[in-house]
């Protein structure tokens, strides 16, 4: 097996830990529960008796004794006068009639959690109380959307269903062929959907307000955050336009001369021929570069990496590959088919012979200069195995191929659902122009963190329609300046443009120190970054994090921690007409603060 190829999947499908120890284990013929930590319980139900020990796209890890600083879980189980199984750890009280999991049959009591009511959850339960998560995407926002659930309650509790996701599991062939990646994903899809209620496979929170000890075992179960390169942290240009090559060369040129720092140069769809024949359908899908935009796109990448700034490439790839385009008879031939035929080469993360002819083909691109991939997948959830996401397969495909020969991976694409934070970074859509883009944008980054997702770029000063209005654009910069990722974005309207010199001297003083300031913050942001995968704490830290037990925590959605020392509250309305001046509701954690711009002292007692 090349190795190269073996990180992509076997890595997880040869690790023991996947499978928790059997002191861990009650059993019955039906039902499983395995006591995690004396907070994290898995709980599943089978009608036939079979279980799973493999990993699964969202989780990779069972066992946390292997972890030197880990003891064995203690807990005791026992059958209860009525016949009634009862598991006691220090923190839970989980009582289950062992019979198919209902809303009567199975509780879980969690202890030491103040003012609530609902600290006792039953199967089923919707968690009120939820802190909640963040969302796939923000494509089209005009403020909020609606988030998905985090793994952290006021009511000391939540679950984590992963009954419907793919298993990871060792394979030599798939379909009769050969694989090259030594394992694959193999759907539960099907023997969930059969019969209602014929497989569950939950694990239960109950850490109390015990927050961030709940996200650095939710870290453990599914895979840390992994490092992220220096260049990612630093400021990114990015806008949907018909860039010239020596159009863009000559902006960063420019960029350079007013020292103003970027890291990052990301080139949209349009680095690609998207006039195409309309026998072949849209081209949205890409893979030839516009010669009449790009020449010579290998000097121009050339160019890019001699300037330090990382290229990547916008990728939509749903179509496949198409005859017009100048690698179709590699990847042809990499798949079987006749070039001549001009038989279009479907996508298909399904098949093992199409994943390696489509590497194949990024790596001949990778090797012009080609640093990463923006995968922005917008085509829906299905594929030809039940419940496999394609974005998720894209995610975790790309980041492992990245890897390969030592190399330091990164993508960039949307998020695809728990255990999503080991494929960073994440580009949160297309939002509209607007002061409740801005306002919801910070609040969503903080809540992202409650399921583990710590980094979030988003179109820095809004991406389409909206307004133009240079004092929202110098907040939206500000608050880039202090998220996870600053990247800057917008459509190719004339009125979107994000370049500085084309706004007011006021404005373009104000975004220019905001550029500047990310830069200077890059020791810190990178700091940060290590503690994120090696301590489990994500660089944006809700405020009831380190206070849960202070109501004021919660009340002030805007702001967060960012990092170890930084609290940040982002001006997100506009200026008072008499003063002119902004202002953000803030609550300051006992201690004494200081103003990162003035110096100015607050004491909070």
């Known amino acids: 097996m090349d190795s190269s190829k073996s990180r992509i999947f076997y890595k997880y499908a040869s690790d023991s830990n996947a499978k928790a120890q059997d002191a861990q284990v009650i059993k019955g013929e039906k039902w499983r529960i395995t006591v995690i930590t004396d907070s ?15 990993p699964t796209q ?55 959690v103040p003012c609530t009511q609902f600290n006792t959850w039953h199967y089923g339960d919707d968690c009120p109380g939820n802190l909640l998560g963040t969302f796939r995407t923000l494509d089209q926002a005009n403020g909020p959307v609606k988030l998905g659930k985090g793994i952290l309650s006021r009511d000391g509790w939540s679950v984590l269903d992963d009954s419907a996701t793919c298993e990871i599991v060792p394979a030599e062939e798939i379909n009769g062929k050969p694989n090259p990646y030594g394992a694959w994903v193999k759907s539960r899809a099907q023997k969930v959907s059969e019969q209602a209620g014929r497989y569950k496979d939950l694990y239960f929170f109950g850490y109390g307000h015990r927050y961030i000890q709940a996200i650095q075992d939710f870290y453990k179960l599914t895979g840390a955050q992994p490092l992220l390169p220096r260049f990612a942290l630093s400021n990114w240009w990015s806008r949907y336009y018909r860039y010239r090559q020596d159009e863009y060369l000559q902006l960063h040129n420019r ?16 680095w690609h021929v998207t006039d195409v ?26 160019k890019l990496n001699v300037a330090g700034l990382s290229p990547t ?10 005859a017009f385009e100048k690698d179709y008879p590699q990847v042809a031939r990499d798949m079987g088919i006749d070039p001549a035929s001009g038989k279009a080469v479907e996508f298909d993360l399904t098949n093992p012979q199409f994943v390696e002819a489509y590497f194949n083909m990024h790596h001949r691109m990778e090797d012009e200069g080609v640093r990463f991939w923006w995968i922005d997948w917008q085509q829906g959830g299905v594929t030809r195995e039940p419940g496999l996401d394609p974005l998720w397969m894209l995610n975790h495909v790309h ?8 190399r330091w991976p990164l993508t960039f694409s949307r998020y695809a659902g728990p255990g999503s934070h080991r494929y960073p970074v994440g580009f949160s859509g297309d939002t509209v122009t607007t ?27 809004g991406h389409m329609l909206g307004v133009r209005n240079n004092e929202l654009e110098a907040r939206w910069y500000a608050f880039g300046a202090l998220s996870p990722i600053n990247r800057l974005h ?3 309207s004339p009125f979107a443009g994000k370049e500085p010199w084309n706004f007011p001297q006021e404005t373009r003083e104000a975004m220019v120190k905001m550029l500047r300031l990310r830069a200077e913050l890059l020791p810190y942001v990178y700091t940060m970054n290590y503690r994120a995968a090696f301590e489990g704490r994500p660089i944006v830290e809700p405020m009831y994090w380190q206070s849960p037990e202070v109501g004021m925590a919660y009340e002030i959605p805007n702001e967060y921690r960012f990092g170890s020392e930084l609290i940040v509250a982002p001006i997100t309305s506009p200026n008072d007409a008499t003063t002119l001046r902004g202002c953000a509701g803030v609550w300051l954690p006992e201690g004494d603060w200081y103003d990162l711009f003035d110096g100015r002292r607050y004491v909070s007692r």
């Open 277 to 302: 024949d309309p026998k072949y359908g849209s081209g949205w899908t890409g893979y030839t570069w516009n010669e009449e935009l790009f020449p010579d796109h290998r000097a121009f990448l050339r």
């Open 313 to 322: 490439l916008n990728l939509h790839p749903r179509d496949g590959m198409r």
């Open 58 to 112: 969202t989780v990779i890890c069972r066992n946390f004794v292997y972890k030197s600083a880990d003891t064995q879980p203690q807990f005791s189980a026992r059958k209860n006068e009525n016949g009634w199984l009862e598991v006691e750890t220090e923190k839970l009280h989980l009582v289950y009639n062992c019979e198919a999991f209902s809303k009567e049959g199975l509780s879980i009591v969690v202890r030491g």
């Open 490 to 492: 917008s459509t190719c």
């Open 40 to 54: 994290l319980i898995r709980l599943e139900w089978s009608d036939d008796g079979k279980f799973v020990d493999n």
């Open 399 to 406: 980041y492992g191929d990245a890897a390969r020969e030592g």
């Open 435 to 461: 002061w409740d883009s801005l306002a919801f944008q910070t609040y969503f980054t903080a809540t992202a963190s409650n399921i583990g997702y710590g980094w979030w770029s988003h179109d820095i000063g």
């Open 255 to 270: 960029f350079k001369r007013e020292g103003i720092p970027f890291s990052t140069a990301v080139i949209d769809m349009d």
